[in-house]
């Protein structure tokens, strides 16, 4: 689904401090910009920002950070972590492809929430739980590598199942209609139409 472009956007996100701009440049040493050494926890597509603004909100002591693609969707988390002034929250507008390009064995969690399925076979690089993807991750966590995924796809939490499990993930919590009390702006959605939500925790050593 193409995203509708808000005019003036990238401007917006090009001079928010809670945007950052050079990502490359903290590979390996996000700590020193949260100015503490709580632990890192990174949502890859985090959309209007909605979960991660209720998880820093509530979890002052863990760092969190979202990185989304688009900045159109971002205006609204921009607005609300500077009128609040949550510090233990910062965004990255970047192609989730350059992940092990910006961190380093830094990352204690990572968040999948509703990613774009790509059902098309020739697509299949392009699923955040794809081989390609999950081998990206590997040098990106600190110690244990844990995954926490939502989707609203049958047939795409099928197959992240099955990448986990070619990749050495082991499920540790599974949940077909799973109702999480920090909810995306997709998952509120999802649920009032009746739509069954899809939950898998995996980790590997």
Not at 49 to 72: C, D, Q, T, V
Not at 107 to 135: A, G, M, V
Request: glycine residues 4%; proline residues 2%; aromatic residues 14%.
């Amino acid at each position: 689904m193409r995203l509708k472009h808000i005019k003036g956007s990238e401007e917006v996100v090009n001079k928010s401090k809670c945007v950052i701009h050079n990502p490359e440049d903290y590979k390996g040493k996000w700590s020193s910009l949260f100015g503490n050494k709580n632990k890192i926890y990174l949502e890859i597509g985090m959309g209007k920002g909605s979960f991660l603004l209720n998880l820093a909100r509530e979890n002052k002591n863990i760092n969190y950070i979202g990185i989304e693609k688009y900045p159109s969707v971002l205006l609204g988390v921009i607005e609300t972590i500077e009128k609040e002034n949550i510090n233990n929250l910062k965004i990255i507008c970047v192609d989730a492809r350059k992940v092990s390009d910006i961190f380093y064995k830094e990352i204690s969690k990572i968040y999948l929430n509703f990613s774009d399925p790509w059902p098309k076979k020739r697509h299949e690089k392009r699923r955040l739980t794809s081989s390609e993807f999950l081998k990206s991750y590997n040098s990106i966590f600190k110690g244990l590598k844990v995954i926490e995924q939502k989707t609203d796809n049958d047939e795409f939490f099928k197959y992240s199942l099955e990448m986990y499990k070619i990749n050495k993930y082991f499920v540790i919590k599974k949940n077909n209609n799973y109702f999480d009390k920090v909810r995306t702006e997709y998952e509120e959605k999802f649920i009032r139409k009746g739509k069954n939500i899809n939950y898998v925790k995996v980790i590997k050593f």
